[in-house]
């Protein structure tokens, strides 16, 4: 079946560094890729939808500037947290569509620890 | 009004099986989340359902009806460390996660 890889699968960083988490779908095409971020016992957020070839639409209240989301090719999203800091550790999952199937595919999350 | 349901508290015995529900009312559907969440901590990504159908992973299995809006895990050979919260999540029409409150699962010697 599709599969969703998402890596790091962890990271520990200094404040002021830049972290980039990648998202690849495996074996389907997806011009669709989604960030969410969950905090410490809240709820998982929709954090931004990439959409392959053109910018990113970001939720309301996430800064586009410290979150760069690239989705260059149809198997490949980043998400860059940049200088980052100790209220950016969070646990950030991405999901990819497959455009033929219509179904979404989940990461396996990324948590990120800023120091 | 979105709606997810799952029970409060669980209590089961370790080695055996127990079947956590999760009953959705969603607008839309694009999949249904199952996670675990040991207290103070992040929660961990279990399994993933877009089909119906019943999917297996080790000692968990995640069960999906989309015509009843009805999903449920099923923990087997019970440990003691499996003693931590279930959560239920829907993706809805807006690719937003709708969660649920969690189930408390107790497992006793």
């Known amino acids: 079946g599709a599969v969703v890889s998402q890596h790091p699968s962890r990271v520990i960083c200094k404040s002021g560094t830049s972290v980039k988490i990648e998202c690849r779908s495996l074996?389907?095409?997806?011009?669709?890729m989604f960030w969410y971020r969950q905090f410490p016992k809240q709820s998982l957020m929709l954090m931004a939808t990439s959409n392959e070839g053109s910018k990113a639409t970001y939720e309301q209240g996430v800064e586009k500037d410290k979150f760069l989301i690239n989705h260059a090719s149809l198997t490949l999203s980043t998400l860059t947290v940049t200088s980052a800091h100790p209220e950016d550790s969070s646990f950030y999952i991405c999901?990819?569509?497959?455009?033929?199937?219509?179904?979404?595919?989940f990461g396996s999350g990324t948590q990120l620890s800023v120091l | 009004g979105q709606n997810i349901d799952q029970p409060t508290e669980m209590t089961a015995t370790e080695g055996a099986i127990v079947q956590i529900n999760c009953t959705y009312q969603?607008?839309?559907?694009?999949?249904l989340f199952w996670y675990q969440q040991h207290a103070g901590e992040a929660p961990t990504f279990l399994s993933y359902?877009?089909l119906d159908g019943l999917e297996e992973k080790g000692r968990f299995s995640s069960f999906l009806s989309r015509s009843k809006g009805y999903s449920y895990l099923l923990l087997k050979e019970l440990q003691m460390k499996d003693s931590a919260s279930y959560l239920c999540a829907v993706v809805d029409s807006n690719y937003q996660l709708i969660w649920g409150a969690g189930t408390k699962l107790i497992i006793k010697p």
């Open positions: 359902n877009v």
């Open positions: 074996d389907f095409q997806a011009t669709t």
């Open positions: 969603t607008s839309g559907f694009n999949g």
């Open positions: 999901s990819a569509r497959d455009s033929e199937m219509s179904k979404l595919f």
